[in-house]
């Protein structure tokens, strides 16, 4: 398993996971948009639909049915109905959710600067148990790889 994180520092944590979600759809990936609040998943979610005029991300949540046939599917209450192979976690870093051991990656995105120890303990705990994990912080440039 992999894992990535990302921290954002545009002051637009959903602008910056719709360019990280637009990447995961382009390479014909599926993910699962997992937040336990339930706003920032509606946010999120709604931003997909106005982020480009010149392109279209399909996506979907419980409301809006055929879950299993959505390349990004938004919840709040985990569950993983198009056997995505992608996680990207926001607002949650619990990573010992045994049902998270069936993605091929596993993708934490934050941007609240009170985080960041936190995030580095759990980055260290990664690197310490052998696992493959990839560390990006967000510049003017784009994503620049810290590790």
């Known amino acids: 398993m992999e894992f990535a994180i990302y921290q954002s520092i545009s002051g637009n944590l959903a602008g910056a996971a719709v360019k990280l979600l637009e ?6 990936s599926r993910a699962v948009f997992f937040s336990p609040i339930t706003e920032r998943v509606d946010i999120i979610n709604k931003t997909l639909w106005t982020y480009s005029t010149n392109a279209f991300i399909p996506h979907g949540d419980k409301r809006m049915g055929f879950e299993d046939q959505q390349p ?5 209450v985990f569950k993983n109905p198009n056997n995505a192979s992608i996680l990207v976690l926001v607002d949650t870093f619990d990573l010992t959710n045994k049902e998270y051991k069936n993605f091929e990656k596993i993708m934490l995105i934050f941007e609240d600067i009170s985080k960041v120890d ?12 052998g696992k493959n994990v990839n560390y990006w912080k967000q510049s ?5 790889k810290l590790s």
């Open 23 to 28: 990447k995961i759809f382009l390479s014909g």
């Open 72 to 76: 990004i599917y938004f919840t709040d």
């Open 118 to 129: 936190e995030i580095e303990k759990i980055y260290r705990s990664l690197k310490d148990n």
């Open 140 to 144: 003017p440039k784009g994503w620049e």
